[in-house]
């Protein structure tokens, strides 16, 4: 059997997409199935559970970027599903979406050109 079939058990009334409630205060009724993209009803993968739980007990929380692995797992899955060998090392990482997109701005554009920004962004 995948883990695919079988939804993780409900926890409770925390979950907005769980609780008639919100549903009914979010929809006019209960008689809904939410398919919200991080509410997924999926089990969480072991390797996902493993991190969270070596953070958790690490007792540090801060912003954090392994560049290496990420960098490297990014180039590797480029070669594998597509046959495109990128080098992690001309990666330029940033802080951010909204961050890398001015820059591309920036650098792509001239003073008084267009530039045309699809929502939501």
Do not use: C
Request: net charge negative; aromatic share 12%; no cysteine.
């Amino acid at each position: 059997m995948s883990k695919f079939d079988t939804a993780p058990a409900k926890t409770g009334d925390t979950f907005a997409r769980h609780n008639p409630k919100y549903l009914k205060m979010f929809y006019g009724t209960d008689q809904v199935t939410p398919f919200w993209v991080a509410d997924m009803d999926l089990p969480i993968a072991d390797p996902i559970k493993e991190a969270l739980q070596y953070v958790a007990d690490r007792g540090q929380f801060a912003y954090e970027f392994n560049s290496e692995g990420v960098l490297g797992a990014i180039s590797g899955w480029f070669d594998r599903r597509h046959g495109l060998r990128l080098k992690p090392e001309s990666f330029v990482p940033l802080p951010g979406v909204l961050t890398a997109i001015s820059l591309l701005i920036r650098e792509l554009s001239d003073d008084g050109d267009g530039v045309l920004m699809q929502m939501p962004a």
